[in-house]
């Protein structure tokens, strides 16, 4: 092999791994940014307690695996429950209360309801952050398993994270699941139609305050999901919610508010740009470079690439 076939060669390997290991990579970012894309498409709520939740279940399933020795996959029959029901009542006893519809119904006008929630939830994150390090101080933590160190070998010189692989299965399930659910039962109508029209959606006979406590719910427990994901591949401390909310932020501007499947291919893109952008030009890029295409897309189309 000559020279500049050998150059060429492994110029094509790496860029192959950096598609490869950058959409393993969007598959663990969209599981991170679904829930942030359903609260905002369902009720236009931006919850800035996100990426908080995402730790409090990384500590959830670590208490629950220091208690019970079973996989981290199984402790989500626990964790995505438990944080179902935190999001249901977070939405039925505090944010509802502070809705545009809370608001206008106490004569304020609809710019309260906007931000209140806003404001709500950016201090709930600070409170959550600083009981879980009352907590569990603010020792690193991670959830062991012997997955991180495996690899599935394609050839020679192409190789995939198992542990990523399967996150981007569970990605795709996840999207696949929601699809169903909003398109095909009763609750998942209901959330739609509450979402197209608030105001018509209570003369339909639907309960706007249950329905969106479902949608809250529904976003905490992939929150939850994700949450588990990330103890398994990285450390994780109290304060570290707002780096991932930030990560979600940047999936759902790429993909599009409220687009569930802009989740998953504005993941992938991001995912994409940062591993290529490390391989040529140093870990130090990869930051740069998903803030250049975030920049990108609000730039040519600032609704994102799959808003509806």
Do not use: C
Request: hydrophobic fraction near 55%; charge should be neutral; proline fraction near 4%.
């Amino acid at each position: 092999m000559s020279g500049f076939d050998e150059a060429l060669y492994w110029t094509l390997v790496d860029v192959a791994n950096g598609f490869l290991t950058g959409t393993m990579i969007g598959g663990y970012y969209a599981i991170i940014s679904i829930g942030l894309a359903l609260t905002f498409g369902v009720m236009r709520l931006v919850n800035l307690a996100h990426g908080d939740m995402l730790i409090v279940a990384a500590y959830l399933a670590s208490v629950i695996l220091g208690v019970i020795p079973i996989s981290p996959f199984a402790s989500l029959i626990v964790v995505a429950p438990l944080m179902f029901g935190l999001g249901y009542l977070l939405q039925r006893f505090l944010l509802n209360r502070v809705s545009v519809q809370a608001m206008e119904a106490k004569g304020l006008p609809p710019s309260f309801g906007l931000m209140s929630p806003i404001l709500v939830t950016f201090g709930l994150g600070i409170f959550v952050a600083h009981g879980l390090l009352e907590l569990f101080s603010s020792d690193a933590r991670q959830i062991r398993n012997s997955l991180a160190f495996t690899a599935i070998r394609l050839s020679e010189d192409l190789n995939i994270s198992l542990l990523r692989l399967i996150f981007f299965a569970i990605a795709v399930a996840i999207l696949v699941a929601l699809q169903i659910f909003l398109r095909r039962t009763h609750v998942g109508r209901a959330i739609r139609a509450a979402s197209d029209d608030v105001q018509v959606a209570p003369l339909m006979g639907i309960s706007t305050a249950h329905v969106y406590g479902v949608a809250l719910g529904i976003s905490l427990a992939v929150a939850g999901t994700a949450g588990v994901m990330i103890g398994m591949l990285r450390s994780f401390q109290p304060f570290d919610g707002p780096q991932f909310l930030l990560i979600a932020f940047g999936v759902v501007i790429i993909g599009g508010l409220g687009s569930i499947l802009g989740s998953l291919v504005g993941g992938i893109l991001l995912g994409i740009t940062q591993v290529l952008a490390g391989t040529y030009f140093g870990p130090s890029a990869q930051l740069v470079a998903g803030y250049m295409l975030i920049l990108l897309v609000l730039a040519f189309r600032p609704q994102g690439l799959f808003a509806r």
